[in-house]
């Protein structure tokens, strides 16, 4: 009998139910710590895995008792909130997918595991697979924006780097695809509300993304906090079970969310934490995170008949053959036993500094960027630009909140002559203006002036929606008031954007002579901004978000169907808002670089394209500008006709290039036709012949589109 069948047949019900349940660290000024309760509990191996516990030492008691005084010595999970780094952090998720670069994807995620599994832990809540069409939610920060496959292409990405090639590493963790599925789609954009979409948009949209997490192989999965239809997450056997399991063939760990089994009772959907703890086992959840309605109702859900021993043991056998995987049975000690190297940490901050500057999307530049030697005067006016925690975002792990490089820091640790003289002006959020007139005054001096405004670290990730996505405070005022004293000086302004979203931020974006979307950069933001301004690197992030023009528009996405009155404002009977655009200001994909890009004589291999070809898209790229600079070339496909209403434009594929003035060269991006499939009238893939138009260009703005026509035929006999 193996290890796990021998555990299992000597374990009580109460260790059993240990094994199924996740406690909290607590947090002291030293740092987590774990509850006198929960170091009893573990003692006994009636709690069997931690979250929030971070540091090798603290880790390394904690495994102790579980293994050296239990009965049973079963090792702890540990898992946290890795989600873009551990101490060292990277940009947040959004801005790391502007950077349309799976390779820096896996590999921040890699850093981020070595880091962490230094600190002892073995298990990572991420990567986050929301798709979110919707600014208002603060959690658009920790996803991959508004594309499904842009999704899909960050969790193989994610799931890869985490957990490397190996589990049992002692560097690897277990990666946690969340939140499944469809948070992104919370009704109003408000956190935790319902979620009520049709089932195509389910397939179509929010699944995708965790389907490539299964098929990388992640270890784990945890359920939404949000009911989808009426039935909450945590409960959704359908879904859990039926699609997960058994259609995607996942045969890892699912575990709630905190205290999502708990919360069974307020969705009205449980009487008791008896009936929650039973509905969310039978619906396939494994772990209970901090309901404690595992350990506290399953027993008397067992007596009732409400559930069956044969599926606790189940979640309990999947449970050990993942602590298996990770070697924890082998050396519970594994993880934590050898601190990081000075070299290796120094290394880490400069991946950090390289993916802050490749995460920034540069919006709008009328030729201000990169500076001119000639600006010897820099005033940075704002209150994001010595906002050192701020640039850590709203998952910030286990960094210190005077660590990240501030912009101001940045900035003023160039080697030169420039100046960078300095005002807030006014708080984040709040309404005291007696900031204003010193912010002003600098710019009497200053060459050029940089604006650095936005949100706060916490105005967006969880429990963060927003009503009103302009700038917070009386940040417009002072922003307004520094472009109206600009223009009378004939002084540029750029301004840099801080937030976890799209903002809706038209008058700034017209008034100033640049505008950078740096999301929050992470541990090296002042450096990466830095590089960038001063044109050490170009600029190449793309947004992964549509940017509305107006509050009216969201949810805004591109990937829209059409519909059967296409908007045209010459016909009044048709699809469009009477007071604002129908497009949005920045369409998915936008981005300026220091370069000139044009693209040119688009040309596919094939006319006639069976299910199992693959395609190769070639166009022409010329760099006409006066900067090397890297572009990036997306693929879209649009199905004109079929048995289903398919979107305008589908992302399936970008190709990147780099190019030194007067350079041209030529971008080929392989398309496997089988991603030409699409979910028919019954909701199963199907490949149908027809028409579908290739699409390729610099943003999913089909005006600025090249495009070619190719045929879907029957498989040849
Ligand atoms: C939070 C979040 C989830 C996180 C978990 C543990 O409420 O919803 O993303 O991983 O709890 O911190």
Request: aromatic share 6%.
């Amino acid at each position: 009998m193996n290890r796990i069948e021998r555990l299992i047949g000597e374990m009580s019900l109460a260790e059993k139910l240990g094994q199924l349940t996740m406690t909290a660290a607590g947090h002291a000024v030293t740092g987590p710590i774990v509850a006198a309760d929960a170091t009893e509990a573990i003692k006994a191996g009636t709690i069997g895995n931690l979250l929030n516990l971070f540091g090798a030492d603290r880790v390394r008691e904690m495994q102790r008792l579980a293994v050296e005084e239990s009965h049973l010595g079963i090792p702890l999970l540990i898992g946290f909130d890795v989600v873009h780094g551990h101490r060292t952090l990277f940009p947040i998720p959004l801005g790391e997918a502007a950077s349309f670069d799976p390779q820096l994807w896996a590999l921040t995620a890699r850093e981020a595991a070595t880091e962490a599994a230094a600190d002892g832990l073995t298990m990572t809540f991420a990567p986050m697979l929301d798709v979110s069409r919707d600014a208002r939610w603060g959690r658009s920060a920790e996803g991959p924006g508004e594309d499904p496959w842009l999704g899909a292409r960050m969790a193989e990405a994610k799931v890869r780097g985490f957990q490397d090639a190996d589990l049992c590493a002692a560097d690897a963790l277990a990666a946690v695809a969340k939140h499944y599925c469809a948070y992104g789609a919370v009704t109003a954009g408000r956190d935790y509300a319902s979620v009520d979409i049709s089932e195509r948009t389910v397939h179509e949209v929010h699944m995708p993304p965790f389907a490539a997490a299964v098929a990388a192989g992640v270890a784990a999965v945890m359920p939404a906090f949000t009911d989808l239809a009426g039935i909450p997450m945590t409960a959704n056997g359908a879904l859990l079970t039926g699609w997960l399991r058994r259609r995607l063939k996942f045969d890892g760990v699912i575990v709630s969310d905190f205290n999502a089994v708990g919360e069974l009772i307020r969705h009205g959907i449980a009487a008791d934490l008896t009936q929650a703890a039973a509905l969310a086992l039978n619906a396939g959840v494994d772990i209970d995170m901090m309901a404690d309605a595992y350990r506290r109702g399953l027993p008397t859900a067992l007596e009732r008949g409400w559930v069956s021993m044969a599926d606790i043991d189940a979640s309990v056998r999947r449970v050990l053959r993942l602590k298996a995987r990770l070697g924890l049975f082998d050396d519970p000690y594994r993880r934590g036993k050898t601190p990081e190297a000075a070299p290796v940490i120094a290394a880490r901050r400069q991946l950090a500094r390289a993916a802050g500057a490749r995460a920034i999307v540069m919006l709008k530049n009328d030729g201000i960027l990169p500076l001119a030697e000639s600006v010897r005067n820099l005033a940075v006016i704002g209150p994001l630009a010595d906002a050192a925690a701020e640039m850590r975002g709203p998952w910030w792990g286990a960094a210190d909140p005077e660590d990240p490089v501030s912009v101001l820091a940045g900035l003023r640790g160039m080697l030169g002559e420039l100046r960078v003289p300095h005002q807030p002006g006014v708080e984040i959020d709040g309404e005291n203006v007696a900031g204003f007139a010193g912010a002003l005054e600098l710019c009497a001096q200053a060459d050029a002036i940089l604006l650095c405004v936005g949100e706060s670290a916490a105005m967006s990730g969880e429990a963060a929606s927003r009503a009103h996505l302009g700038l917070p405070g009386r940040q417009r005022q002072l922003a307004e008031a520094v472009l109206e004293r600009a223009r009378a000086l004939r002084k540029p302004v750029i301004a840099v954007l801080f937030s976890g979203r799209a903002l809706i931020v038209p008058w700034l974006i017209e008034r100033a002579d640049a505008v950078l979307a740096a999301w929050f950069p992470g541990s090296e933001a002042g450096n990466a901004i830095a590089d960038l301004i001063m044109g050490r690197v170009s600029p190449s992030g793309r947004t992964p978000v549509s940017w509305p023009c107006a509050m009216g528009q969201v949810p805004l996405f591109y990937g829209q169907r059409p519909s059967g009155r296409p908007g045209d404002p010459m016909d009044r009977f048709t699809s469009k808002y009477l007071d604002a655009p129908d497009a949005p200001l920045f369409a998915f994909g936008h981005g300026l670089t220091y370069g000139v890009f044009a693209l040119s004589d688009l040309r596919v291999t094939a006319d006639r394209v069976s299910e199992n070809d693959t395609l190769e898209i070639r166009v022409d790229v010329a760099n006409r500008g006066a900067r090397t600079a890297e572009e990036t070339v997306f693929l879209f496909t649009h199905d004109k006709l079929a048995s289903v209403a398919r979107p305008l434009l589908e992302l399936k594929g970008f190709g990147k290039i780099r190019l030194n003035p007067g350079q041209s060269g030529t971008v080929t991006i392989f398309l496997d036709a089988n991603e030409l499939c699409f979910l028919g009238p019954d909701l199963e893939p199907v490949f149908e012949p027809g028409e579908v138009e290739i699409l390729v260009g610099p943003c999913a703005d089909r005006s600025r589109l090249l495009v070619a026509t190719i045929h879907l035929v029957p498989p040849r006999p």
